[in-house]
């Protein structure tokens, strides 16, 4: 991978994470587009590390506060009724579902979910579920709303996230949706619920970063540090942005890129593999 290929797909990256647009399913199109080699699961799960150190900066003070609070309601059963370490808790259940289904389906995701087919039907499924989520949503609950079963709910929503082209934050935010939460907290939970996955998945695919005809260790960091600073630009737009407009913009965008896909594999222009 060249240097100008990793600085591409770091901005790709970083723009793409925190839309509900799909960063894995960009991340195999613009090199199919391109005419690049596909940079494989490892490089996609690596470079995610960066958007995820994003997260941990921009939403530091409250993570900092959920786990002080989490910490001390092991000790302490009173404070298992406070609101920062119940959040604890539900971000460590929300996690579990994609945590087994990822070790479960490994070897299909590395392979058969990468097909272009199946990425382009899932960013027009998955937009067409978004905007729904949209219309039926009630928008009233706050993250101060979330219990067992919400979490349990959007956790499961996370987990389809792991065939590109679905998105973690177009999944999680359309359950929250559905659930009843507002866009900007439904997208609040669904960052801080990215970390776990996110930091697990790519610290377990770091032992693959250079084998095989992968991208080298150089290029997968440059594209990290470069994911890193694009993504944390993108966080703060987004939550600003949802406070005012709906994710029809999304929607629309989901649907054109499937159905350019569609054209472009019917027509032979690019390889589904």
Do not use: C, N
């Amino acid at each position: 991978m060249s240097t100008f290929e990793a600085i591409v797909l770091g901005i790709v990256q970083g723009l793409t994470e925190f839309l509900p647009i799909s960063s894995s399913a960009h991340l195999r199109i613009v090199p199919a587009l391109f005419g690049w080699d596909d940079p494989g699961t490892a490089f996609t799960a690596v470079i995610q590390l960066g958007t995820m150190a994003a997260v941990v900066i921009y939403f530091w003070k409250d993570l900092w506060r959920i786990t002080t609070a989490w910490f001390a309601s092991l000790r302490d059963r009173d404070r298992r009724a406070d609101a920062d370490a119940r959040m604890g808790w539900y971000l460590i259940v929300a996690t579990v579902p994609i945590g087994l289904l990822g070790l479960a389906f490994k070897d299909q995701i590395e392979t058969g979910a990468r097909d272009l087919r199946l990425i382009a039907g899932t960013l027009i499924v998955g937009g067409l579920v978004l905007l729904y989520a949209e219309k039926v949503g009630r928008r009233a609950k706050t993250v101060d709303d979330i219990d067992t079963r919400d979490g349990v709910a959007i956790g499961l929503a996370q987990s389809a996230a792991l065939v590109p082209g679905v998105s973690r934050s177009g999944a999680t935010i359309s359950a929250g949706l559905f659930l009843g939460y507002t866009r900007e907290d439904a997208a609040r939970f669904s960052f801080l619920l990215s970390i776990p996955a996110v930091v697990l998945s790519g610290l377990f695919q770091l032992k693959d970063i250079g084998a095989g005809d992968g991208p080298g260790t150089a290029a997968t960091v440059l594209a990290t540090l470069v994911s890193f600073a694009v993504g944390y630009a993108s966080i703060a737009w987004l939550l600003r942005w949802l406070v005012g407009h709906s994710t029809a913009v999304f929607v629309a965008y989901r649907v054109a890129l499937g159905t350019l896909l569609v054209v472009l594999l019917a027509t032979g222009a690019i390889s589904a593999r």
